[in-house]
């Protein structure tokens, strides 16, 4: 009796798979991913690896970054500078106006700006956000009882980056619709004082906190011009212009930057 599976026309061998020839170290190697659409080849071990050596010194330059910022514990900075130099004569009042009349998109006098170039271009300066701001007086009440009291401030103009600005940078323009409706008293909020953004500190109670949270960020400039220098005292003063009054500013280091 024939064996049926011998003699079956449709029986085949049982096939083994003996592999392909062994490629080339030097060959290219497919990496098998998934294809991106409308992309009918894929990609070689060799393009693979070499695109990574084109992104690592940007992989490295920000790895690096991010280690600074994980090491740097401190993100807060206080800015002091001195204000002086006042009108002589004797006075129980101080009353000093600055950069009133100066426009938007002019440089602005007595200023003081966060980095760039002394006396140079402002646009070598960058924006941090203030969060505090505080003034006291350091010299000149005298030795006879004088002493500062109520109303008593100082008023700053945050400013900003201006074009071909050679020197400091100009007030901020308020941002959001500022119309006034008046009936009996005169309300002002247009012009180069009212138009612009503006700021004080009290220089009797002292201290004026700007909090910054998620949805505030305190006020963002490349630094302060003075507005209104107002101090009234309990006695004269024998001589106004030897008055000092020390300025400090609480700035967001995270905050830097060269754009508003």
């Known amino acids: 009796m024939r064996n049926k599976f011998t003699m079956n026309e449709y029986f085949m061998p049982k096939q083994y798979d003996l592999g392909t020839a062994e490629k080339d170290a030097t060959d290219e190697i497919e990496t098998p991913i998934p294809l991106a659409k409308g992309y009918d080849g894929l990609p070689k071990f060799n393009t693979l690896q070499d695109n990574q050596k084109k992104n690592l010194p940007q992989t490295l330059r920000t790895q690096v970054a991010f280690q600074q910022e994980s090491l740097q514990y401190n993100n807060y900075q206080v800015v002091n500078f001195l204000v002086s130099n006042f009108v002589a004569g004797t006075a129980g009042y101080v009353y000093e106006n600055f950069n009133l009349a100066t426009a938007v998109g002019s440089s602005l006098n007595d200023?003081?700006?966060?980095?760039?170039?002394?006396?140079?271009?402002?646009?070598?300066?960058?924006?941090?956000?203030?969060?505090?701001?505080?003034?006291?007086?350091?010299?000149?009440?005298?030795?006879?009882?004088?002493?500062?009291?109520?109303?008593?401030?100082?008023?700053?103009?945050?400013?900003?980056?201006?074009?071909?600005?050679?020197?400091?940078?100009?007030?901020?323009?308020?941002?959001?619709?500022?119309?006034?409706?008046?009936?009996?008293?005169?309300?002002?909020?247009?012009?180069?004082?009212?138009?612009?953004?503006?700021?004080?500190?009290?220089?009797?109670?002292?201290?004026?906190?700007?909090?910054?949270?998620?949805?505030?960020?305190?006020?963002?400039?490349?630094?302060?011009?003075?507005?209104?220098?107002?101090?009234?005292?309990?006695?004269?003063?024998?001589?106004?212009?030897?008055?000092?009054?020390?300025?400090?500013?609480?700035?967001?280091?995270?905050?830097?930057?060269?754009?508003?």
Not at 120 to 133: F, K, P, Q, R, W
Not at 164 to 185: L, R
Not at 196 to 220: C, H, M, P, W
């Open 111 to 260: 200023t003081v700006m966060f980095s760039g170039i002394s006396g140079g271009d402002n646009n070598d300066a960058l924006y941090y956000n203030i969060v505090y701001a505080n003034a006291r007086m350091t010299n000149g009440l005298g030795t006879t009882g004088e002493q500062i009291v109520s109303p008593s401030f100082i008023t700053f103009y945050p400013i900003q980056k201006i074009a071909g600005g050679s020197s400091a940078g100009g007030k901020i323009p308020v941002q959001i619709s500022n119309t006034s409706y008046d009936s009996g008293a005169t309300i002002t909020s247009s012009g180069t004082e009212y138009g612009v953004q503006s700021f004080g500190t009290d220089i009797y109670q002292e201290n004026a906190y700007y909090t910054q949270s998620a949805d505030l960020k305190g006020i963002r400039c490349i630094g302060i011009g003075l507005k209104l220098i107002y101090l009234t005292f309990s006695a004269s003063i024998a001589d106004r212009s030897l008055l000092e009054i020390e300025i400090e500013l609480g700035i967001d280091l995270k905050s830097g930057g060269s754009s508003y």
